[in-house]
């Protein structure tokens, strides 16, 4: 028989469980909606206890500490959510489950799930956006997710205001982010009307892809990625990739050379799955790293 891993990809809104193989197959999957912790980790816990799962994956919304030599690793940190306000949900999985568990945020695992199994696979270096509730994104070079003193926060960067848009942005912290511009709940503010409600013409996307053009351009100067796949809910508009691609080439001008602009940027190869798959392949090499 083959060994089984677990995957919990922890969102704003819910928590998505899987059971896979060693070959990143998934096997049995559980959706459950973010609750409070004591509402929703009782859920988890019973889900894995009943599969003998070798080791997690965790791809978890942040902000986190991933800093092994912090005394809050494994922690949910400065999350506006409240009740999950430094929440140590790394250590309440592995007491619970007495399996080890690989901590990650929710881009990274998606980002992961692409690079080894998805539209990043043959190449050393790639940018996962997810456009959904919130904005974010993971970054993976030379195979390691690009980390610093903690990992990155893409989805906050500053924007360049679009013309005609007279939103005064949906983040909290920020002026004049990415996310507070272009993710779902701000398309609702401008139109009250769900992103998945509005026609193509509508004057919104215009803005929309034109924060998401800025976004590209300033990953591709920064990190110059092989690829940047962009997912999450907002994606689905079917014309809103070749918008963005329009408006990033302009922007670039020529000044970068950077790949086939229908191979550079692309929609997730794995679907709604990227950030199981990359959880369930996280997992697996925690195993194998703490077997070594
Ligand atoms: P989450 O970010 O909560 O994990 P999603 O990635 O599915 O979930 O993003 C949800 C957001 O995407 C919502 O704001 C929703 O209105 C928006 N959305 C979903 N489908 C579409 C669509 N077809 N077009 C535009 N926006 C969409
Ligand atoms: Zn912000």
Known sequence: MKELYGSIEAGGTKFVLAVGNEDLEIIERHSIPTQSPTDTMPAVIDFFKKFPVQSIGLGCFGPIDLNKNSSTYGYI??????????????????????????FTTDVNAACYGEFVAGAAQNLDSCVYYTIGTGVGAGAINKGTFIEGFSHPEIGHMTVNKAKGDFYEGNCPFHESCLEGFCAGPSIEKRTGKKGEELKEENPVWEMISFYLAQAIYNTTLFLSPKKIILGGGVMRQAHLLDQVKDKFQKMMNH??????????????????NSGTIGSLALAKEEKIRIHK
């Open 255 to 272: 000044y970068v050379e950077y790949p086939n602009i229908d191979e550079y940027l692309v929609l997730p190869s794995l679907g709604e």
């Open 77 to 102: 940190t400065n999350t506006p959510k409240l009740d999950w306000h430094m929440y140590n949900i790394v250590g309440v999985l592995e007491k619970e489950l007495a399996v080890p568990v690989a």
